[in-house]
Structures are given as C-alpha cells and as structure tokens.
C-alpha cells in the first residue's frame, strides 16, 4: 500500500500520528531566507518522505538522525514532506552520504523566532511575586548527548536558573535521567548508559554555579523521585526519559 | 597662591603639548618611552583615508604610562605590538617598515615572540620572515594544554619557522610547546569586545565563562584561543610572554592600562575617494562607538552596518550635488551593508556554527549570522568557531606556516573525522578538545584599512583576499559587484 495513503489511514485512526525512526537525512534547499533550509528525513520502514524541518537541533547531513514526532496535519507541505511538529531530531555517530535536493518548487518557511528562545541580559525580565512557590523544571537533551541545545535546553536551563537566583532558594535539587530502557527504532537498539544521566545533572549543576548560585545550595538525587515538566516535550513521550529535573524549594 | 601658579602652569605645559600633538606630524611608530601626549583624537592616513582614534576622556601623557613604556628586559611595550596608526594592532607594513628602518634592533623584533624561533640567528631577516612579511607574532602554548587531558595527539608534518622542532622550543623539548603564529589583535573598542550581551554562549552550550579571578562572567570575545578570560588576565599574560617581564604587573600598573585600553576607540573615519564617513547623516567614524550602547544583537534592534542607510535615503537633489565619485562610492557601501547582512549562503562543516549548536550542517545564512553584533560585527553570543582558515582542506597552503597532524584518539572531529591537518590548532589548544580544533574567536571588523593582513594567522593580504576566502570557502557565488561593495564597506569601517 502506498505510504501517503497508509499514513492517512493512521491520521484517520488517530489524531496525531507519531514517527520515530532512524534515517539520513536529506537537506533540501529552498532559499527563502536565513535559516530557511528544509530537512527532510525517510522513515526505513516504510519509506514516508517526513519533514523535521521544526526540530530544535537540525540534523547533519554527514549523520545518521533519530527522529521523533507528531504529524501536523494542518501544516500543508512547504518542504515535500509530511509535517512532523512537535518533533525532536537527535544527531547520532553513524555517517551517511550528504545529500542536497533543490528547491523543486517547494517554498520552505521563512525563519520565525522560536518561542522559547533566551532573551538578551539587556532586556528587563519580569520578576517572579512573592511568595515564591516551589519551582519545578525540566531540561530536555537530545538522545545520547549532555548538551545544552540552542533555543529548546538552554531555554528551559535558563528559566530555572532565573528562578533560583530570583527566589535564593534553600535548596535546589537536580536529578539526571538517561534512557537506559533499551529501545529497537529502525532494526537499531537505542540506549543510553547510566552515566549519561549524571553527565547531564552535572551540566546543569556547573551551569546554576557558573550563573552565581550557591554550590552548598545544590543537592544531586537519585532519578527515581523526580516529576517531570512536560511541556518541555511538547507530548513526545518518547523524549523523556533524557531529561534533567530541577526541583527548587524557596526560604 | 604658589601651589595655584603650579597647577596652572602645569595645566598650560599640558594643553602646549596637547596642541603640539595635534598639529605636527610626529612619526607613525610609537616607540616605548617616548613620552608623547596621546591626544582626546588623533587621525592617521591609511591606505584608504584616515583612520581615527578618540579617547574617551580626554588627553593622556604617556610618559611613564605602563602601556607605553618598556616594562621588561626586551625593551617592548604593549604599543609596540599595538600601534595608534595600525587601529590599535600591527600591520605587516609597519613591521617591514621597522625592519627596514631599525633592523632587528628594535624591540618588535625580540627573539622570543617577535622571530620565527628565539634559536634562529637574530640579525637575519630571515629569522623575522612572519612578522615582516605577515605580521605575526609567535604564540607559544603548552603542550598539553594546563590542566586538561587532550582527546588528540599534535604531530608536526612541516615547519619553515623550525620553532615546533626546536630542541629547546619545540613539542619534543623538555618544555613542549606548540608554536603557532597569529596577529596581534586591536585594543580598542573594548567597551564592545567585553560587553555581554546574552548570559549564554551557545556554542559551549553554557552560560558565560567565569573568571577565576573575580567570580564574574565575562564576554569570551577575549583572545583567539580563548586562552585567558579578562584583560587583567591578558596582560599578564602578554607581559611575561611577549614583553619579557618576569613579575606580576603591580596593580596600579593593571589599573592605568585598564583605564587606557578602555578608553580608546577606533574606526575609519573619512575615505579618500567618499569623504567623511559620517557626513550627510551617516553614522562612520569612532564617535558613533565612544556614544553607544555596546553589546546590542543587530537582528533584534539596531541592523549592523545600518550606519550608512542614512546615504541610501538622501533626498535627490541633495545626492545630485555630490561629486560621482562621491557617490558611486557611498552608493557600494551601502550595498555592501545589505549584502553583508542578506546575501544568504550555505554555511557547512564549521564547528561553533554546524556544530554542536543544533543550528544544523548545513545552514543557510548571511555574514550577520555570526557578525551580528551593532556597531561592531563581532558575535553577541560568542565563542569560537572554525571558519577554515588554520584548518585543510578549506584553508589557503600557507606554506610559510607550520603544518600539524591531529588525531582525535576519543570521539572523532564532527566534521574533519580523526585526522586534521591545520597550522593552527586555535581554541583546541587551550581546551584540549578535537572537536575544537581551527575554532577561533571571532573578531572586531573596525578599523580594518589600517591593520591588513587579515585573519588570524593573517591569510588574507588585503581585504579583497577576506573576502574571496569566504566565497571559496562557502561557494557564495558573489558577483563582482558584490565584491567590491563588501570590499568598500570593509573599507569604511
């Protein structure tokens, strides 16, 4: 059965489709502007041409990508691929052969800035009211990686070290996860190692330091315990074990 | 009364030697301990017009001034290597000239920094051939790196300034070194170079550097290789490295120098074929710099370059009474402006920028991308970034250069795999990191037609030669015209 009408069926069964797979992805390079390129990504399983364009971190040509998202079925096709948004790409070792496709009448978007992105230090930041509440944060990562990615992580970092400085917690308590339950995506097993988990609490840990909050302040725990902030996934459910939770209890 | 008379007289001898400044024409060179007035403003001509330089606050005497005289044993001072007429750097014409005129008696041409090795004989030019004909100074860096555990091995594969093979110098000695070869960049404008205009480094993917000194974030524009974080920590670093000077710098002598480079600020201020730069409106020329907010993103308020739309929006009448000269040329700036800030292209395999960002490999964007900072052009978030000049295969032969051979013996380079040859291993050399290898911090674009060549490891001769690097480099594709309008905006800067 065709892939387009296999995905219709599923958008008809479901309302939002969901994709994860490993593939090369492909660029394709419509010209409308800075930051305009779309990415294209091809699902082995069945062959469905997605468009990943709307992923926080975009894919390398000279690597293999994991994608996971959601079929936006009202995005239409600017790109020559069905609209994965919310969708999460994560850039993996594996090498693949660049590849470049023309505009082919394809407009692509023009760049808009994202919603979450850092506001410069010279702009007034609204202050939280007193009484402070208890803050809970949630900083997502991309698979296999402690990095703190441009305008998804490092909005979500920054909101919860503004808090902590704002409210001069008593204690900030972070907790690492990794996904460390093995997953099959593409005939490929996905895992990451425990230790990825206390790499990336460590990163947020030196970060909240580095931004002048106290180290006595800062207790590390045990994954276990920890709830996490959703709408750092925008409801891909399989992005979450990668995460870092920061809980921050005020005087 | 005396004391009154003192004062008076004092203040009169001052304002002579101010005048004086400013009206004869002392040599270009400033030598240390000279003792000149470094006037509120002072022009110099360059190949393309007048440079300016203005002082914010006024006047100085630089007798005795720590920036101006020989504090060590080489008998250099930090104007030596940062010269008022060379917008506050050195350009390889300043230093052919030296040669010519001094030899290697100058200070400039100290053995440790200031030849190919301290070990060449000294008197040959030959042993001076990079600073003479390119205008570098040798940066000598440990080897490994204080403090870190390298995931890459350096081997050198060819190197014509002998100092990498040296027994005494070299990365086999019992002090290994690896010496690499760079301009000295410009002190002026640091009100921009240290403004911190984001609390992150995107490139790092975490917040500002801290000074291990203060505690407090600094702007990381500070040096190619990043390899010390404020300019407290640079001049000590410079005194013992490039001035020969074995004691800390004493605190007082911090705080003149501090207040000095802080004060200075320098750009092209009139074309020799376009006239004043902040004529009709225009915003060229230091002043705009002296009187701004430093550190401001372009695409969220003040466009870079916009300081020449005010050209674009003359009435008719009064762009008619302009010489056609006159305007052609203001006409070319302002197109190169709009060309440097929307002629997009496909930015690939450059780490600080494909990598690790999330930006993506590739990317399509303009040179405003990373020159994005107003009035300036350098990075607001800043960092390092690789853009191919140290690096093969996208860098020019450099065969005056040393060759090394990294291998990443962790994680492969994102983008070069686990061999790179390169002249210069830039930010990797202070972070120990493979994946850093080739990033250098971006740089000032201001008073540019004073101090070619260009580049870090000065690659490009002329602004030109900036400019067919990139197209290279990124397949740009500009036209001619393009070229010569991003070549007279450099030009105006």
């Known amino acids: 059965m065709n892939p387009a009408w296999l995905l219709l069926v599923s958008m008809l069964a479901s309302e939002t489709p969901s994709a994860r797979f490993v593939t090369c992805p492909v660029y394709r390079d419509t010209d409308s502007g800075r930051k305009s390129g779309c990415w294209l990504a091809d699902d082995p399983a069945d062959g469905a041409r997605y468009d990943v364009s709307a992923a926080p971190t975009k894919p390398d040509w000279n690597h293999a990508v994991l994608v996971e998202g959601k079929v936006d079925s009202a995005a239409g096709n600017?790109?020559?691929?069905?609209?994965?948004?919310?969708?999460?790409?994560?850039?993996?070792?594996?090498?693949?052969?660049?590849?470049?496709?023309?505009?082919?009448?394809?407009?692509?978007?023009?760049?808009?800035?994202?919603?979450?992105?850092?506001?410069?230090?010279?702009?007034?930041?609204?202050?939280?009211?007193?009484?402070?509440?208890?803050?809970?944060?949630?900083?997502?990562?991309d698979f296999g990686s402690s990095?703190?990615?441009?305008?998804?992580?490092?909005?979500?970092?920054?909101?919860?070290?503004?808090?902590?400085?704002?409210?001069?917690?008593?204690?900030?308590?972070?907790?690492?996860?990794?996904?460390?339950?093995?997953?099959?995506?593409?005939?490929?097993?996905?895992?990451?190692s425990g230790t990825l988990a206390d790499e990336r609490a460590d990163v947020v840990r030196r970060a909240l330091i580095m931004r002048g909050v106290p180290a006595d302040s800062i207790v590390m725990a045990k994954p276990a315990a920890s709830p996490l902030v959703a709408a750092a996934f925008d409801g891909i459910t399989t992005a979450e074990p990668r995460r870092v939770d920061v809980t921050i209890t005020p005087r | 009364?005396?004391?009154?008379?003192?004062?008076?007289?004092?203040?009169?001898?001052?304002?002579?030697?101010?005048?004086?400044?400013?009206?004869?024409?002392?040599?270009?060179?400033?030598?240390?301990?000279?003792?000149?007035?470094?006037?509120?403003?002072?022009?110099?001509?360059?190949?393309n017009g007048t440079l300016r330089l203005l002082l914010d606050g006024g006047a100085i005497a630089t007798k005795d001034h720590p920036f101006f005289t020989a504090i060590g044993p080489n008998g250099r001072a930090c104007v030596t290597c940062h010269q008022p007429a060379d917008a506050m750097s050195l350009s390889a014409?300043?230093?052919?000239?030296?040669?010519?005129?001094?030899?290697?008696?100058?200070?400039?041409?100290?053995?440790?920094?200031?030849?190919?090795?301290?070990?060449?004989?000294?008197?040959?030019?030959?042993?001076?051939?990079?600073?003479?004909?390119?205008?570098?100074?040798?940066?000598?860096?440990?080897?490994?790196?204080?403090?870190?555990?390298?995931?890459?091995?350096?081997?050198?594969?060819?190197?014509?300034?002998?100092c990498n093979l040296d027994p005494k110098f070299g990365l086999a000695s019992a002090t290994p070194m690896v010496s690499v070869f760079r301009r000295p960049r410009p002190v002026a404008n640091f009100k921009y170079i240290e403004a911190m205009g984001f609390a992150y480094d995107p490139k790092s993917g975490m917040p500002l550097p801290v000074d291990s000194a203060t505690g407090k974030p600094v702007s990381g524009n500070l040096m190619a290789d990043a390899r010390v974080p404020s300019l407290e920590a640079q001049m000590r670093d410079a005194a013992s490295a490039h001035l020969g000077f074995l004691k800390n710098l004493d605190a007082g002598d911090i705080q003149r120098i501090l207040a000095f480079e802080r004060s200075v600020y320098v750009a092209q201020q009139a074309d020799r074929v376009g006239g004043a730069l902040d004529a009709d409106g225009a915003l060229g020329g230091p002043r705009t710099l002296e009187m701004s907010a430093p550190g401001r993103l372009g695409s969220q308020g003040t466009p870079v370059w916009s300081e020449f739309e005010a050209w674009e929006k003359m009435p008719a009448a009064a762009r008619a009474k302009l010489p056609p000269a006159v305007r052609a040329f203001r006409d070319s700036v302002a197109r190169g402006a709009r060309v440097f800030r929307d002629k997009t292209f496909l930015i690939s395999d450059s780490a600080g920028i494909n990598s690790p960002i999330g930006f993506g490999n590739p990317v399509r964007n303009s040179c405003v991308f990373c020159h994005n900072m107003t009035y300036m052009g350098m990075d607001v978030a800043p960092g390092q970034v690789d853009l191919g000049t140290t690096n093969r295969p996208?860098?020019?032969?450099?065969?005056?250069?040393?060759?090394?051979?990294?291998?990443?013996?962790g994680k492969p380079h994102p983008h070069y795999g686990r061999t790179i040859l390169t002249s210069d291993p830039g930010y990797a050399l202070t972070t120990g990191r493979c994946a850093d290898v080739g990033r250098i911090t971006l740089q000032s674009l201001r008073g540019m037609s004073a101090r070619a060549p260009y580049f870090s490891n000065g690659s490009a001769r002329d602004l030109r030669g900036v400019i067919d690097f990139y197209d290279r480099r990124y397949s740009i594709g500009y036209t001619e015209q393009e070229k010569a309008d991003l070549v007279n905006l450099m030009r105006a800067l």
Not at chain 1, 162 to 189: E, F, K, M, W
Not at chain 2, 14 to 20: E, K, L, P
Not at chain 2, 394 to 405: S, T
């Open chain 2, 394 to 409: 996208f860098a020019d032969p450099l065969p005056h250069l040393p060759l090394f051979r990294i291998t990443c013996t």
């Open chain 1, 147 to 192: 990095f703190i990615t441009y305008q998804i992580a490092d909005y979500y970092l920054d909101a919860t070290i503004n808090y902590a400085l704002d409210v001069a917690p008593a204690r900030i308590v972070i907790a690492g996860h990794a996904q460390t339950a093995p997953a099959n995506v593409s005939g490929q097993r996905l895992v990451e």
């Open chain 2, 93 to 162: 014409e300043s230093a052919a000239r030296q040669w010519e005129r001094v030899g290697a008696k100058d200070p400039l041409f100290a053995a440790g920094d200031g030849s190919n090795c301290p070990s060449l004989p000294q008197g040959e030019r030959a042993s001076h051939s990079l600073l003479i004909d390119h205008g570098l100074i040798r940066i000598a860096r440990p080897w490994p790196p204080k403090g870190v555990t390298p995931d890459f091995t350096i081997a050198v594969v060819r190197d014509p300034s002998t």
């Open chain 2, 1 to 47: 009364m005396i004391r009154h008379l003192v004062l008076a007289t004092a203040t009169a001898a001052f304002a002579a030697a101010v005048a004086v400044a400013q009206t004869a024409a002392p040599d270009r060179w400033w030598k240390p301990g000279e003792g000149r007035i470094f006037p509120a403003q002072l022009d110099y001509p360059d190949g």
């Open chain 1, 78 to 141: 600017p790109c020559g691929g069905i609209v994965l948004d919310a969708v999460r790409v994560s850039v993996l070792e594996d090498a693949c052969t660049r590849h470049m496709l023309p505009a082919e009448g394809y407009k692509g978007r023009r760049f808009a800035l994202p919603e979450r992105n850092v506001r410069p230090l010279y702009e007034d930041r609204e202050r939280p009211a007193k009484p402070y509440a208890a803050g809970r944060f949630t900083i997502p990562f």
